[in-house]
């Protein structure tokens, strides 16, 4: 019943919407056939490519913007110097001058520019020719954001854990309180019945640490202002880093009837055994690439259908389309809510699935 | 295709945020978090199996309190029925004591009455043996007083031996 209700008045409302907006493209039209003025097109794939894609400045509004570090580490050794040297500028035209070597920003990606080159030139694989690219260690938007979110982590947890220790009988307080019921839960609904009462207890810090450190992330995501808003999460560096955590500890607490079964599958015909071999050895690299593209497709993903609705308004210039996008955007937050901690969880999940599998005895 | 190429400086930052986390917060916070909620779940354990111990315990206590309450009623049953008994047996032993002393007086007493019955009936023969010799001799002596008296009862005498 309850459900029904939703989905008439979801329909209800996207009815609307596209009422709306036909109404307003329409309009525009017209206004384009009066005025024959034309405009800066608004570019709706850079602007949602800027937001989530990573950067070396951390914009506040406006033409505010927090510096970072940048960091490079050249042939001639560290070089490090603020992101303001290059004032805002990510088409390589400013030029930034350390130790002897010329840096330009292309597109928030750092250039060491070849003695003579005021600017990077690209072929047709887009591989700079007259610039060399440094291994960047840069503290960026995203690196910063999840220094924030590591602080946020700490305070918590640290916090959680004093509750317990104040407390004479082992009862929690404060955030305490709060913490304790999703610690539980990994324990109960994901350890346990994943990896067996037997050895869960190795991995419970990383699992703790894995579905706090990905969902806090996530939830920062979420937030759409300074200094919060990154798309850490949903950046394929993060994710495939600890998807690739979760594909070494599962390596090395692999027992023999782990390999056993992936490469001599016990109970089947030969040839049956020789075809699955190399399915189940393939596998064993999917299931990390799986777990790295589905967390970052899936943040990814939510950012930009909210970036897409909020530029419906731009798009159109009409208020109520802006409305209409205002509406929607609050739909699609409270179900990216919803999202982001379930791929926590489900990250979390997959990797306490594949620790079990690895631990599994002959039975 | 930019946004699938991961980007070093991430993953090395990343790699190493994640550590830094896992290392503090797995000596800090999920060491005590955890084994404070499995001391208080033992504790909880602990606590509601003792409480089921003392139910038991009650409940033995209880069983054992009837019990011991039956056998006293058993015991008092037997009691009273061995009493019983031997009142039966005491009043019957006391009936047959009874009877045989009063059988064995009443045989003595006859035994006694017999005896003196016998001494007396031969008491009473030698009395009236005397007596019929004392009457005899003073019959005798007066039938013997005259002289025709004495004839006389020679003749009687001879006439009784011709008789017989």
């Known amino acids: ?363 | 295709m930019e946004l699938i190429t991961p980007e070093f400086g991430l993953i090395f930052w990343t790699g190493i945020s994640f550590l830094i986390l896992l290392f503090i917060l797995k000596k800090f916070a999920w060491k005590p978090i955890l084994n404070s909620v499995n001391t208080r779940e033992q504790s909880i354990k602990d606590a509601l199996a003792a409480a089921e111990a003392a139910k038991r315990e009650m409940e033995n206590l209880t069983a054992d309190n009837e019990r011991i309450l039956k056998e006293a009623r058993a015991e008092r049953e037997t009691l009273l029925k061995e009493a019983r008994e031997i009142k039966t047996k005491m009043i019957a032993d006391a009936e047959e004591d009874a009877k045989v002393k009063a059988d064995k007086l009443i045989a003595n007493a006859q035994a006694a009455i017999e005896t003196e019955k016998k001494a007396a009936i031969s008491e009473l023969k030698a009395q009236v043996a005397n007596l019929s010799l004392d009457i005899a001799e003073k019959v005798v002596k007066a039938e013997l007083s005259n002289k025709d008296k004495q004839l006389k009862l020679v003749e009687d005498m001879l006439g009784d031996a011709k008789l017989n």
């Not at chain 1, 097109?41 to 800027?50: G, N, S």
């Not at chain 1, 070396?56 to 040297?85: K, Y």
């Not at chain 1, 699992?207 to 949903?234: A, E, M, Q």
């Open chain 1, 1 to 363: 019943m309850k459900t029904s209700k939703f989905s008439i008045s979801r329909n209800l409302l996207l009815g609307a919407f596209f009422l709306l907006s036909t109404f307003a493209v329409n309009a525009s039209k017209s206004n384009e056939k009066k005025d024959f003025v034309e405009e800066e097109a608004f570019d709706t794939k850079e602007l949602i490519f800027h937001h989530i894609t990573d950067s070396h400045s951390f914009h506040i509004a406006g033409d505010m913007a927090l510096p970072l570090p940048i960091i490079l580490w050249t042939e001639n050794g560290l070089v490090t110097f603020m992101s303001s040297e290059f004032h805002h500028d990510i088409d390589g035209k400013t030029i930034v001058e350390k130790n002897g070597m010329k840096f330009v920003n292309v597109h928030e990606k750092i250039y060491q520019l070849d003695a003579g080159a005021s600017s990077v030139t690209f072929d047709a694989e887009h591989h700079p020719t007259n610039a060399k690219k440094p291994l960047n260690f840069s503290i960026t938007k995203n690196v910063f954001s999840m220094f924030l979110s590591m602080a946020f982590i700490l305070l918590i947890f640290l916090l959680s854990a004093r509750s317990y220790k104040r407390s004479n009988n082992n009862m929690p307080s404060g955030i305490g309180k709060f913490m304790e019921p999703i610690i539980l839960f990994i324990r109960d609904e994901v350890a346990i019945p994943n990896i067996g009462e037997k050895h869960y207890g190795r991995y419970m810090p990383f699992l703790l640490t894995l579905f706090f450190f990905i969902w806090i992330n996530n939830v920062i995501g979420l937030i759409p202002f300074f200094p919060f808003s990154s798309n850490l999460s949903g950046n394929i560096a993060f994710t495939v880093t600890l998807a690739l955590f979760t594909f070494i500890i599962t390596l090395f607490s692999s027992k023999k009837y782990y390999w056993k079964h992936m490469l001599w599958m016990p109970g089947l015909p030969v040839p049956m055994k020789l075809f699955l071999a190399p399915i189940e050895f393939m596998g064993m690299f999917i299931k990390p690439i799986a777990l790295t593209i589905r967390l970052f497709a899936n943040i990814t993903a939510g950012h930009i259908i909210v970036l897409s609705l909020i530029s419906l308004t731009f798009i159109f210039k009409n208020y109520f389309v802006g409305v209409g996008s205002v509406v929607f955007v609050v739909f699609i937050s409270v179900i990216e809510v919803l999202v982001v901690a379930i791929q926590a969880y489900i990250f979390t999940m997959l990797s306490a699935l594949y620790f079990g599998q690895a631990l599994e005895e002959e039975h």
